[in-house]
Each structure stands twice: as C-alpha cells, then as structure tokens.
C-alpha cells in the first residue's frame, strides 16, 4: 500500500486550500492509498478514511510571532515527514524536504513584489525588514533548490511562470492542475432558484443590476479600490454584496458611507453557502492585488456569471475580453469603473452566461482528481503494485 502525507499547517472552513485537500484526500484513499494529513490544527469534519498526525509544537507569539509559528511547525513536520516512510510526501507550506509542493498561495517573492505597489516607501522597507517575509522568503529558496523537491503543484499557468521566473525551477517539474469546480452545484439554474428571493430578502431591487465580490483580505483583493471604482459608475443604480470575513470590514464599511455608497453596497460576512449570492448577481468582480487562482472566480463562472479581475489573478486564463468578462491592472482605477459599466451591461445577456459557463466546464472535480493521481503514480513507479 502506497503510504502518502499531506502537510497543512492549520484548517480554515472558507479555505480555497483547504477543499483542495480534502478532495486530495478522498481521491487517494478512494484508490486505495493510506493517507496521514500531518497538520497543527485541522477542526473540520472528520473522515474515516485518512489518518491525521497533530503536529503542534510550542512557539512564543511574543518572541517570534508568525515567523516563530510557522518555523516551529515546518521543523516539527520535517521530523514527522523523516519518521514516517513516507512513499510521497505532499505538503500545502513552505518546507523544505517535501517531495511535492503545491503552491496554492502562489509565490510568495512575487506577491511582496505586487504589494508593494501600494505601499509608501517606509512601508516598503518594513516589508523588507519583516522578519516574517524574511523568513518565508528564506524558506520558498530552501525549499525550491531543496534536492528532494520533485514536483510544484500549481493552479494557474500564472504561478507556474512566477515559480520559473524567481526560483528558476525546470519547467518540467511544474504541473499546472487546476481547481477543480463541483460544477453540478455550481449552475447557471441558481438564478431561478436564488435570484427572486435573495435579492428581495436584501432588499435590493430585481431589475438593478447586481454585482458580486466574494473573498476574504480585502487589502489584498482590492476592496478598497473596487469601492472607489463602483462610486464613480455611470451606472448608478447598480448594487455590489461583498461576501467575507476580513478584520477591516467595518473599515469598508466606513469607506463604503463616506462614498454615499451606503445603500447600494451590502456586506454579507463569511458565508458557508455563497450560492444563493451566485443566483443573485449579474456579474463578479475579484480586482486582486495577487490571487493565485480564487476559487470563487471559477464557482462564479460556473454559474453563468461574467467577471472582471486582474492581470495579477490566476483565473484571468477563463477570461475571454469582451465575451464573458474583462482583465484590467488591479490599480487602474479609471479602467476598473469602465469594465465595471460594461459588466452591469451585460446583466441578463444569455451569450454572455453561455460562455462563462462553458469556459469552465472542463474543470471538474473528477479531472482534478485524475491530474493529481496521475503525477503520484508518476513519481511512485510502485504505486501499481503497491494499491
């Protein structure tokens, strides 16, 4: 039986990251594979049919902080990783030793480079002076020139030019395996079943139209900018739901009055159910400083919805200029309102929902789970024999 690890260092219920290994999780044991998640936290449901290995080491928030954290675990799940005889050993962190890294944060080096663009230049230098960066920029180098490292999982062709292009790693040791989307629930028929209802529940008219963010770090996925872009529409009659958690939502929501935007723009909080939102809106709108590939962008798709996003988000690949959304610089706010009009345009155009939909058709659960299990059995040329 081949013997798999997958390192997550903690669980979070609204993670991108943390559905993709779940499903990572049930694709493998469905073939037959014993699978250890070696984690420090993971409060999710429980399954039956993979083990977890509670890796939660000591670290002094005081001395330290993050930086503290994470290292303390990464050192801690190396030792794990040696112990357990592994055959494969996948990890979701940054540490060096893995034999896979699936880099769904992206690269770390790259998104200090496009955070930095709205920052002034003593914030800059605190980036550079961070003992965080610094040490996760110090760990991506180890782990990236680390001998062990076989293969970088990536969700977007962007990440993988970006893990090229500041690591130098082999182009034949990137595999581009995209999210996969569940794209039964995911539907264009959410709006019959969601759109009446959730818009009236909101009070937001039925005839507006209704666009629609969903993410948490609002800093970094541009909610600022996306509020200030939606203030100068010409289409005043247009509503924007942000669904999220995020630690300035009540900022945004100053930010949002301030802009008299106060009726028009609905702050949801974290919702374990966005479909309703889905049948809701017209369009979606993710204008991220960096997103490796959001999920969200590829459920919206799903639904039938066009989207605007950003030169620096993965999932500008299902975009098609014009057809079924638009791809504008993060910080170009003169070009943000422009292709937000023309996204409130497109409300209730059936081409327009035909394309997003079908852009993303391919990407299923099922083809997720074969891209994944083909590259183990690549690189475990016993896995035949072994499952």
Not at 161 to 181: C, K, P, T
Request: include cysteine; hydrophobic fraction near 45%; charge should be positive.
């Amino acid at each position: 039986m081949v013997k798999i690890a997958i390192i997550r260092q903690r669980y979070n219920p609204y993670g991108g990251a943390e559905r993709f290994v779940e499903r990572a999780l049930g694709a493998l044991a469905a073939e037959g594979a014993e699978v250890t998640l070696i984690t420090r936290n993971w409060a999710g449901a429980p399954r039956q049919d993979f083990r977890k290995v509670s890796c939660n080491p000591p670290f002094s928030r005081f001395f330290g902080g993050r930086a503290a954290r994470d290292r303390s675990f990464a050192a801690a799940a190396q030792v794990k990783m040696a112990e357990g005889g592994y055959d494969i050993t996948q990890s979701h962190e940054r540490i060096p030793g893995c034999m896979i890294f699936r880099a769904g944060d992206g690269v770390h080096a790259a998104w200090l480079d496009h955070r930095a663009r709205i920052l002034t230049p003593w914030q800059q230098k605190m980036q550079r002076w961070s003992a965080y960066h610094r040490y996760v920029l110090a760990a991506e180098k180890a782990m990236f020139e680390h001998p062990a490292l076989q293969a970088v999982i990536c969700n977007s062709q962007m990440v993988a030019d970006e893990v090229a292009h500041y690591y130098g790693v082999e182009r034949s040791r990137l595999q581009v395996i995209y999210n996969g989307v569940d794209t039964t629930a995911f539907h264009p028929w959410l709006a019959k079943e969601f759109r009446a209802a959730t818009r009236a529940a909101a009070g937001i008219p039925e005839d507006v139209p209704l666009l629609l963010y969903v993410g948490s770090g609002f800093e970094r996925k541009g909610v600022p900018q996306l509020l200030r872009a939606f203030a100068r529409m010409q289409q005043s009659a247009a509503h924007l739901v942000l669904v999220g958690a995020d630690r300035k939502l009540k900022a945004m929501q100053a930010l949002a009055g301030k802009l008299g935007l106060a009726k028009r723009v609905h702050f949801t909080g974290p919702l374990r159910d966005v479909r309703p939102w889905y049948g809701a809106a017209d369009g979606f709108v993710l204008p991220t400083l960096y997103d490796p590939c959001p999920n969200a962008a590829l459920e919206a798709l799903a639904c039938g919805l066009p989207i605007v996003t950003s030169t620096t988000c993965g999932a500008q690949e299902w975009v098609q200029p014009g057809i079924n959304g638009w791809v504008v610089d993060a910080l170009d706010s003169t070009q943000l309102t422009m292709r937000l009009d023309d996204l409130a345009d497109l409300a209730g155009n059936a081409k327009a929902r035909e394309a997003s939909r079908h852009s993303v058709e391919s990407l299923t659960l099922p083809a997720m789970a074969d891209r994944l299990l083909a590259l183990y059995r690549s690189l475990s040329p016993a896995w035949a024999s072994q499952v």
